[in-house]
C-alpha cells in the first residue's frame, strides 16, 4: 500500500518547513514566487492531494451547500435542485441534497449553508436552531399565508398571481365554470392556489362553490391525514415512500369530478405531477381531453410534456429559481450584498390541453 504524501514531505524535498509549504497550498501569506512555484511543481510530481477535512478546517470552508427538501416525490423540487447544482458548479461548490434530515443534524453536516425547501421550513428553522446556530440560509417561499422568516432571504413564487393568470388564461378562452382540485382543505387558510380560486370563482359558482372545489381531504376520499399545511415536518420514523403521492391525489380528485357529474368545461390541478394522476384517471373512464375537459396545471416540470395531450402549466421555471436560490445563498456565504427579498417571475407554458369554448 502506498504511503500517502504529506506536506512535510514536500517541504523535505524543497528544503523549507512545512508552514511555508502550507502557505502555498493555500495560496495564502507570503512565500518568495520561485519556491512557491517549485513547491508545486513537486506537489503535482508527488501526486500531492489534500484531505478534504484537514482543507475545510484550514479554509473554515468545506464548499458545500445543502437542499433541505422532505419531499422528493415531486419533480418540482428535482427541478429545482438540478439548478441549484449548475450555480453550484460555476462557483466550485457542491450542491447536497437530503430528504430525511432533523434540524438537530445540520449542526453535524460539514456544509457552507442551506438552502429550505419552503417557508414553511424556514419558519420553523428561524424559530429553533436558526436562533443560535448561525449557519447561512436562505428559502423558496411560495407564499402560504406566512411572513417569509425575517432573517432568512427568500426567492418566492406568488401563487396567487399564478392562480390568477390561470383563471384568466381559461375566461379569454371561453370558460366560465372552472373546478379546481386542490392538495389542501377548501377551508385551508395557507394555500394560496385554493384562496384565490376561490375569491376569483365565489361569484360565478354561488353556493355551488365547495362542489368545484375537488378536495382530497375530505372522507371517503382522504387516504392521508395529514396537517392542513404545506411542507410539514415529518417525524424520523416516517418514509416519504409510504406517503400518497400526487399522482395518488390526483387520481382521487378525478373519481370526485365523476361522482358529482359537474359541467365545469375546465379544471386547474395542483401541479404536474397531480394532474398526470388526474387525466390518466379520466381517460380510463373514457373522458378525452381537451374535447370533453380542459386542464391548465402547475410547475411546468420536464414531464408534463410526456403526457398527451401536453399539458398547459403555469410555471415559474423551477431550474431557474433553483438556479437563482443557491446564487442567493453563495452570495450570503461570500459576504456580498444581497436582497433579503424577490420575486421569481412566472409564466403560462403552452400545451394542447385547453380547448376554446364560444
Not at 213 to 221: G, K, N, S
Request: aromatic letters at 10%.
Amino acid at each position: 500500500m502506498e504511503k500517502k504524501v504529506t506536506r512535510k514531505d514536500i517541504a523535505d524535498i524543497v528544503g523549507t518547513t512545512v508552514s511555508v509549504v502550507s502557505r502555498a497550498l493555500n495560496n495564502s501569506g507570503y512565500v518568495d514566487a520561485e519556491k512557491k512555484a517549485n513547491i508545486l511543481r513537486v506537489a503535482e510530481e508527488l501526486g500531492y492531494a489534500r484531505d478534504p477535512v484537514t482543507m475545510s478546517l484550514e479554509e473554515k470552508r468545506t464548499k458545500q451547500i445543502l437542499f433541505y427538501c422532505k419531499d422528493l416525490t415531486n419533480a418540482f423540487n428535482i427541478a429545482l435542485y438540478y439548478g441549484m447544482v449548475k450555480a453550484a458548479k460555476g462557483r466550485g461548490y457542491m450542491a447536497l441534497l437530503n430528504a430525511n434530515l432533523k434540524f438537530e443534524n445540520i449542526k453535524e453536516a460539514m456544509i457552507d449553508g442551506i438552502i429550505l425547501q419552503n417557508n414553511y421550513f424556514a419558519d420553523k428553522y428561524a424559530e429553533t436552531f436558526g436562533k443560535n446556530y448561525h449557519l447561512p440560509a436562505v428559502s423558496a417561499c411560495f407564499g402560504a399565508g406566512r411572513n417569509p422568516a425575517a432573517c432568512i432571504p427568500v426567492i418566492e413564487w406568488d401563487l396567487n398571481e399564478a392562480m390568477e393568470k390561470g383563471i384568466n388564461y381559461l375566461r379569454k378562452r371561453g370558460h366560465k365554470k372552472i373546478a379546481f382540485a386542490g392538495q389542501y382543505s377548501i377551508t385551508s387558510d395557507t394555500d394560496n392556489r385554493g384562496i384565490t380560486w376561490r375569491n376569483m370563482m365565489a361569484e360565478v359558482l354561488g353556493d355551488r362553490l365547495k362542489d368545484y372545489y375537488l378536495d382530497v381531504t375530505l372522507p371517503p376520499y382522504s387516504t392521508l391525514n395529514a396537517p392542513d399545511k404545506p411542507g410539514y415536518i415529518i417525524e424520523e420514523s416516517d418514509s416519504v415512500l409510504n406517503e400518497e403521492t400526487y399522482a395518488d391525489k390526483g387520481r382521487i380528485a378525478a373519481r370526485i369530478f365523476l361522482d358529482r357529474q359537474l359541467d365545469a368545461t375546465a379544471v386547474i390541478c395542483f401541479n404536474d405531477e397531480y394532474t398526470i394522476g388526474f387525466v390518466t384517471e379520466l381517460e380510463r373512464s373514457g373522458m378525452r381531453i381537451p374535447e370533453d375537459l380542459s386542464i391548465v396545471s402547475f410547475d411546468g416540470v420536464v414531464g408534463r410534456s410526456k403526457l398527451y395531450p401536453e399539458l398547459v402549466s403555469i410555471t415559474p421555471d423551477p431550474m431557474d429559481m433553483g438556479y437563482r436560490l443557491a446564487t442567493l445563498l453563495l452570495d450570503r456565504i461570500e459576504h456580498k450584498k444581497i436582497h433579503y427579498y424577490a420575486k421569481q417571475p412566472c409564466r403560462i407554458t403552452p400545451g394542447d390541453s385547453v380547448r376554446d369554448i364560444r
